[in-house]
């Protein structure tokens, strides 16, 4: 069983920028893959980002491409987006997921992962 906790959510203005944080626990961390998906009201979960085990792989929805990144800290625990130059279409319910699947074609879809965090809320501005 894994827990995950995100934190860093907020209000900011367009153009500002954000880190969101996902504290995981319960398992070995290095052995899974991370994503970030999105839930804006009256709209589907969508893929944001992801990132495999082994670090170097990482992949984005085409929305947030160029604008977020997404990391890992296995010694801590813990992965993270950073959110930079925000637009209002950004806003949503960011929620954290943990999966033992790797490479894109999986991890682009919110049923390959196992486990979720709560969700933390991003409002941008304009």
């Known amino acids: 069983q894994v827990q995950l906790v995100e934190s860093g959510g907020g209000l900011v203005h367009l153009g500002g920028s954000l880190r969101l944080s996902c504290a995981a626990s319960?398992?070995?961390?290095?052995?899974?893959?991370m994503g970030w998906f999105r839930q804006a009201p009256g709209k589907e979960r969508e893929f944001v980002a992801a990132?495999?085990?082994?670090?170097?792989?990482?992949y984005y929805g085409d929305s947030v491409k160029g604008r977020f990144t997404i990391s890992r800290d296995n010694a801590k625990n813990t992965v993270y987006l950073q959110m930079n130059s925000l637009k209002p279409e950004d806003t949503a319910v960011y929620y954290c997921?943990?999966?033992?699947?790797?490479?894109?074609?999986?991890?682009?879809?919110?049923?390959?992962?196992?486990?979720w965090g709560q969700g933390t809320q991003v409002t941008v501005s304009s």
């Open positions: 997921a943990a999966g033992t699947y790797s490479g894109r074609y999986y991890l682009t879809q919110a049923t390959r992962y196992d486990y």
């Open positions: 319960g398992r070995t961390f290095s052995n899974l893959a």
């Open positions: 990132i495999n085990w082994d670090s170097p792989s990482t």
